[in-house]
């Protein structure tokens, strides 16, 4: 039986709570938030063998887990981490990893060493139709993938205690809190590195009328971001978060020589396109006026209830969490690792850099000069 320690006890440590109590063989064991309300929430959800604490470093002493799973806000990730690692228990992290590279770095130097797992909770990943459009075009269904595009309409961002969220200085901005998901996602599909990074936004609707501590927050709500890869395929992120009057909120399209797949969330379809051979010419060219020709599959994605039940990420915390724990079990390597968390915020960093200076980023290039 895996005892789980939960480190931030808010929306996402209670989600987490609720789904590893959908696996057999773990219990939560304990509970550490510094804030008694959602520290108390919490622990009437892990049930009574759990234990609350204040401070991670008790728990950590207590030796009542032998898994961290670490859901406190973003500003505090990299202090945390630097505490938990050297016990050399397994960790997931929620994204992002930490706030800066800088700070990411920091975290993968100190992992250094260790045998037990720190898996990157990409929990996007796992959402089943996305986790089918991934497989499918890993396979080649659609040829060689040339673009992707992500569309991500949404709410505005939750109430956090502390109204932590509404600053980027605490997030590290919505092109790293939020959209790390999507930058992970873009280099998973395509197989690539990103190369050049461009993105277009602004804080246009939301929290523009909330004032914290005399502060307004700069939290950006809107943006297209485009990525280039050192493969050859470009990739979109188009954001917005005044839109939850959308059909899906999440819609991903992935486009290669000999089709298309698309996704979506919560609709939970993919629709597999294949071009027609026959309409292909000899340079691969299409003639003009057959793309009725084209075939569509559209292929509905059952997701079990109680897992849909618990929690907001279309099932994929409860998926994440069941390969993270076959990977505890198995002793293998995580299949989000340190370093898929660092590039997301790479990327997320460069887009939040380009919407300021209205100019694209080098990715080489900046890679270089921090060397």
Same mark, same amino acid.
């Given at each position: 039986?895996?005892?789980?320690?939960i480190?931030?006890?808010?929306?996402?440590?209670?989600e +987490?709570?609720n789904?590893?109590r959908?696996l057999?063989?773990t219990?939560?064991s304990?509970?550490? %938030?510094?804030? @008694?309300a959602?520290?108390e929430a919490a622990?009437?959800?892990?049930?009574?063998?759990? =234990?609350?604490f204040? %401070? +991670?470093?008790?728990m950590?002493a207590?030796?009542?887990?032998?898994?961290?799973?670490?859901?406190?806000?973003n500003?505090?990730?990299?202090?945390?981490?630097?505490?938990?690692?050297?016990?050399?228990?397994p960790?997931?992290?929620?994204?992002p990893?930490?706030?800066?590279?800088?700070d990411c770095? @920091?975290?993968?130097?100190?992992?250094?060493?260790?045998?037990a797992p720190?898996?990157v909770?990409?929990?996007?990943?796992?959402?089943?139709?996305?986790?089918?459009?991934?497989?499918?075009?890993?396979?080649?269904?659609?040829?060689?993938?040339?673009?992707?595009s992500i569309r991500?309409?949404?709410?505005?961002?939750?109430?956090?205690?502390?109204?932590?969220?509404?600053?980027?200085?605490?997030?590290g901005g919505t092109?790293?809190? =939020?959209?790390? +998901?999507?930058?992970?996602?873009m280099?998973?599909?395509?197989g690539?590195?990103?190369?050049?990074?461009?993105?277009s936004?602004? @804080?246009?609707?939301n929290?523009?009328d909330?004032?914290?501590?005399?502060?307004?927050p700069?939290i950006?709500?809107n943006s297209?971001?485009?990525?280039?890869?050192?493969n050859?395929?470009?990739?979109?992120?188009?954001?917005?978060m005044?839109?939850?009057?959308?059909?899906d909120?999440?819609?991903?399209?992935a486009?290669?020589?000999r089709g298309?797949?698309?996704?979506g969330?919560?609709s939970?379809?993919?629709?597999?396109g294949r071009?027609?051979?026959?309409?292909?010419?000899n340079?691969?060219?299409?003639?003009?006026? +057959?793309?009725?020709d084209?075939?569509l599959d559209?292929?509905p994605?059952?997701v079990d209830?109680?897992v849909?039940a618990?929690g907001?990420h279309?099932?994929?915390?409860?998926? @994440?969490?069941k =390969?993270f724990?076959?990977?505890i =079990?198995s002793?293998?390597?995580?299949e989000?690792?340190?370093?898929?968390?660092l590039?997301a915020v790479v990327i997320?960093?460069?887009?939040?850099?380009?919407?300021?200076?209205g100019?694209?980023?080098?990715?080489?290039?900046?890679?270089e000069?921090?060397a």
């Open positions: 039986m895996l005892r789980y320690g480190i931030g006890s808010g929306n996402m440590g209670q +987490h709570i789904n590893i959908l057999p063989g219990i939560v304990a509970v550490c %938030d510094g804030n @008694q959602m520290r622990l009437a959800l892990a049930g009574r063998q759990a =234990k609350g204040t %401070d +991670h470093r008790a950590m207590s030796g009542l887990v032998d898994v961290i799973v670490l859901a406190s806000p500003q505090t990730h990299t202090d945390i981490l630097l505490d938990v690692l050297p016990a050399d228990l960790v997931l992290a929620e994204k990893l930490c706030i800066t590279s800088a770095r @920091q975290v993968i130097a100190a992992a250094a060493g260790r045998s720190v898996w909770a990409m929990e996007y990943r796992y959402m089943p139709p996305v986790a089918r459009l991934i497989d499918e075009v890993a396979k080649g269904t659609v040829g060689t993938l040339k673009m992707l991500e309409h949404r709410y505005p961002f939750l109430a956090k205690v502390g109204d932590w969220n509404r600053f980027a200085r605490n997030t092109m790293v809190e =939020k959209c790390c +998901h999507f930058f992970d996602l280099r998973m599909i395509t690539a590195e990103a190369t050049r990074v461009y993105a936004g602004s @804080q246009a609707v929290h523009l909330e004032i914290y501590g005399g502060e307004t700069d950006i709500d297209y971001t485009i990525v280039d890869f050192d050859g395929v470009r990739a979109m992120l188009d954001l917005c005044f839109a939850e009057a959308s059909r909120q999440e819609e991903i399209s486009v290669g020589d298309k797949i698309e996704c969330v919560p939970s379809i993919v629709t597999i071009r027609n051979p026959d309409t292909l010419s340079d691969g060219g299409h003639h003009p006026g +057959h793309g009725g084209a075939r559209r292929i994605i059952p209830p109680k849909l618990a907001n279309f099932g994929s915390t409860f998926y @994440q969490h =390969k724990f076959e990977a =079990k002793g293998s390597a995580p989000v690792t340190l370093e898929d968390g590039k997320g960093e460069a887009a939040e850099q380009s919407i300021r200076s100019q694209p980023v080098d990715l080489r290039a900046a890679a000069q921090a």
